[in-house]
Nanobody
Framework: QVQLLESGGGLVQTGGSLRLSCAAS????????MGWYRQAPGKRRELVAT???????NYADSVKGRFTISRDNDRNTVWLQMNSLKPEDTAVYYC?????????WGKGTQVTVSS
């Protein structure tokens, strides 16, 4: 089993920055994908950014140029640096671990961007 623990959410003003962290523990094997998804009230969960264990990244168009995903394989940790935040970035952000046969989600961390 894999457990994910997110941290770093909060309230920030438009244009501000936040850094989310996700620490994975348990049966971690490579290769794997880790990433961040978000879900705003009344909307479907959507991809924000993912990163493979060989550090290939993928971003949603809405966050390109503002968000940066990174990871440390030795520490089984992934980060999401969010800059130039907008009110439409307000959502619960979920960490995800994906490997063949395993798809694990964290409990989520709230990000609120005030206008």
């Amino acid at each position: 089993q894999v457990q994910l623990l997110e941290s770093g959410g909060g309230l920030v003003q438009t244009g501000g920055s936040l850094r989310l962290s996700c620490a994975a523990s348990g049966s971690i094997f490579r290769p794997n994908n880790m990433g961040w998804y978000r879900q705003a009230p009344g909307k479907r969960r959507e991809l924000v950014a993912t990163i493979t264990s060989d550090l290939s990244t993928n971003y949603a168009d809405s966050v390109k140029g503002r968000f940066t995903i990174s990871r440390d394989n030795d520490r089984n940790t992934v980060w999401l640096q969010m800059n130039s935040l907008k009110p439409e970035d307000t959502a619960v952000y979920y960490c995800n671990y994906l490997r063949i046969g395993i798809n694990t989600w964290g409990k989520g961390t709230q990000v609120t961007v005030s206008s």
